[in-house]
């Protein structure tokens, strides 16, 4: 069974960039046809996907967003980062990650993220 687990600072201010880590146990994160996503929730709001890194490596990200996110991967800590820059009060929210195995079987708690401006 797949664990995944998210991390960082729980207050960032705005202009800053937002760095949190998903530690997943369980399962390698180079292993099968996998995709691992970040979603985030806006407080009130419906859950917005960021983007994702691949089994092999490859990223893709919402066009929205592709300008501030980077999302990339340490293959031995089984880890996955994700840095979104310039952030703002509208990217507060709860920021999850999630395995993508032909659909989203697997999710971590969520961590909150408040932007302060």
């Known amino acids: 069974q797949v664990q995944l687990q998210e991390s960082g600072p729980g207050l960032v201010k705005s202009s800053q960039t937002l760095s949190l880590t998903c530690t997943v146990s369980g399962g390698s994160i180079t292993a099968n046809v996998d995709f691992w996503a970040w979603v985030r929730q806006p407080p009130g709001k419906g859950l917005e996907w960021i983007g994702y890194?691949?089994?092999?490596?490859?990223?893709k990200y919402n066009p929205s967003l592709k300008d501030r996110t980077s999302i990339s991967r340490d293959t031995f800590k089984n880890q996955l980062t994700l840095q979104l820059r310039s952030v703002t009060p509208e990217d507060t929210a709860v920021y999850y990650c999630a395995r993508d195995r032909e659909g989203y079987d697997s999710w971590g708690q969520g961590t909150q993220v408040t932007v302060s401006s």
């Open positions: 890194i691949a089994y092999d490596g490859s990223t």
